[in-house]
């Protein structure tokens, strides 16, 4: 079972960046997205990526603001985030699926433990 562990996080004031990371165990190299969770809402897609290629996915209100990427070398895909507003404020998750894209949350097995992202007005 893969193992997914985030980190980047941290506190930004609005108009600032952050990079968040998500190394996945072992070699298999899957499909990764990340979501995000604000206190009291429902996880939300954020970004995804193709296994085998760059091709990558975004929410709607992340759009144009956030970019996906991935080091197949490393295991490890990152989500550079610029323009972070105080809405963006969120735990973000990496998860991990062995095939497909998807936005869907239901379709991906693996979790890593999240990272708070909190952006100050």
């Known amino acids: 079972q893969v193992q997914l562990v985030e980190s980047g996080g941290g506190l930004v004031t609005a108009g600032g960046s952050l990079r968040l990371s998500c190394a996945a165990s072992g070699r298999t190299r899957y499909a990764m997205g990340w979501f995000r969770q604000a206190p009291g809402k429902d996880r939300d897609f954020v970004a995804a990526i193709r296994a085998r290629s760059s091709t990558t996915l975004y929410g709607d209100s992340v759009k144009g603001r956030f970019t996906m990427s991935r080091d197949n070398a490393k295991n490890t895909v990152y989500l550079q985030m610029n323009s972070l507003q105080p809405d963006d404020t969120a735990v973000y998750y990496c998860?991990?699926?062995?095939?497909?894209?998807?936005?869907?949350?239901?379709?991906?097995?693996?979790w890593g433990q999240g990272t708070q992202v909190t952006v100050s007005s």
């Open positions: 998860a991990a699926r062995l095939l497909g894209i998807s936005r869907s949350i239901g379709d991906y097995p693996y």
